[in-house]
């Protein structure tokens, strides 16, 4: 068994509580942090916190309202009177808008297009990171975006930055893309990805930037799992006695996270 298991079938280790843990993790597009982090929560019991999906909704919301995404003030106004609420129902997340379900719908190239311009306004960045703090303050999430390291949690538990070569990000994107029944030419996906790095990174509040003290993970060449088992260990030697923790023992799946 992996690692993992050591913590709970050695004596010593066995006497342990497991803490709760806050685990940040930023990148790219298409560095392959949200599938990870996803894996990463539901491995560990903990909650998932897609940021992304956050500021997704919020661009849904203005393009289906009669206000331009270029109208700060607008936006930010919208914002203030949304009901975002992302729900983890086992293993399967869905992103809340209003009462509507969104989920598949932030996910549309209208959408893509327009988020960085509507995620670069600090009134909304605002009431987007206090909301994110609220859910984070439980601990026991995964939280993934590009800010996550840096301001929403500077004082994260665990912080990762994941990137990857923007061809291997580009192919990655198309083949999302093509999933969901869009076919777009590499150069298309390489251009859009290079507009959006560009606009994440160079906006003036909270741009996508490592945080200083990130493990930096280069995906380039990792499949998913390798992905999931180089943060796992990282949260293993995390662990340690906290009096906050549940207590341990084996766990029913062999997994190692919260116990049911
Ligand atoms: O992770 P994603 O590609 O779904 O994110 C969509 C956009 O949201 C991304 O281009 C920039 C913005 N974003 C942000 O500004 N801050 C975050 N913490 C997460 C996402």
Do not use: H, W
């Amino acid at each position: 068994m992996p690692l993992i298991m050591e913590i709970y079938v050695g004596q010593r280790l066995k006497r342990r509580c497991l803490k709760k843990l806050l685990i940040a993790i930023d990148g790219p597009a298409g560095s392959g942090k949200s599938t990870t982090a996803k894996l990463v929560a539901q491995k560990l019991g903990y909650i998932y916190v897609d940021t992304g999906a956050m500021y997704r909704a919020m661009t849904f919301k203005v393009l289906n309202s009669k206000i331009s995404p270029a109208s700060e003030a607008e936006v930010v106004r919208l914002a203030a009177d949304s009901q975002i609420t992302l729900s983890n129902d086992r293993g399967e997340f869905r992103v809340i808008m209003d009462g509507e379900d969104v989920t598949e719908e932030i996910r549309s190239e209208e959408v893509t297009k327009n988020v960085s311009l509507v995620s670069s306004y600090p009134g909304l960045r605002k009431i987007m990171v206090e909301k994110q703090r609220e859910i984070g303050s439980r601990k026991g999430c995964v939280v993934d975006g590009r800010d996550i390291g840096t301001v929403v949690f500077p004082d994260a538990d665990l912080k990762f930055f994941m990137m990857a070569d923007i061809m291997e990000r580009a192919r990655r994107r198309q083949e999302e893309l093509s999933a969901s029944g869009a076919e777009l030419p590499i150069v298309q996906v390489v251009r859009e990805l290079k507009e959006r790095d560009m606009k994440d990174s160079t906006r003036e509040t909270s741009p996508l930037k490592k945080a200083d003290n990130a493990v930096e993970i280069d995906t380039t060449n990792l499949t998913i799992d390798e992905q999931v088992k180089i943060i796992l260990s990282y949260v293993n030697e995390a662990m340690v006695t906290s009096e906050e923790m549940s207590p341990t023992g084996p766990l029913d799946n062999g997994s190692f996270g919260e116990r049911k």
